[in-house]
């Protein structure tokens, strides 16, 4: 029996086991390109199919309210209570706007004149907003111009 092993035969080296199959890397799938959706127009929402208005339920016949009772609309409070705040608003903007004017009333009673320059340091105030503030003391037959233009106005008091 060849196979078998004496004492005097040389021990056969083991065999190194082979080295395992190498797999291929698997195959990344092709990238689908993002489907981006189409925008929503005012008109038409994307995607949903047009369904057609329900028709309107008959209305039922008029029936005569009684003389006394009026239904009153449901919105009348807010709509009130809106145009009050409003006119409050203003009110309260026309009172402090009135007391810049009154300040500059008292300074041009002290010195006689007043310039666009000196209005906007005592009121702290941009250059248009002083020349608003002078003209309609001046409208008002409070003031009056002296000079055209640049820094020869001044505004004497009537």
């Not at 929402?45 to 003389?67: H, L, Y």
């Not at 903007?93 to 004149?113: M, N, P, T």
């Not at 906007?120 to 003031?143: C, I, N």
């Amino acid at each position: 029996m060849p196979d078998e092993l004496t004492p005097d035969a040389p021990i056969p080296e083991p065999v190194p086991e082979p080295a395992p199959i190498a797999m291929p890397e698997p195959i990344p799938e092709p990238i689908q390109p993002e489907i981006i959706p189409e925008p929503q127009t005012a008109q038409i929402p994307a995607n949903e199919p047009i369904v057609p208005a329900p028709e309107p339920f008959p209305e039922p016949p008029p029936q005569p309210a009684p003389a006394a009772q009026v239904p009153a609309p449901v919105f009348a409070p807010i709509a009130n209570f809106a145009r009050d705040l409003a006119v409050k608003a203003r009110a309260v903007i026309q009172g402090r706007k009135r007391k810049k004017l009154d300040k500059i009333l008292e300074v041009v009673a002290k010195h006689g004149s007043i310039t666009n320059d000196q209005v906007e340091k005592l009121l702290h105030v941009s250059d248009a907003t002083a020349t608003r503030y002078l003209t309609q003391l001046e409208k008002e037959g409070k003031l009056k111009q002296e000079g055209k233009t640049g820094k020869s106005v001044k505004y004497l008091k009537l």
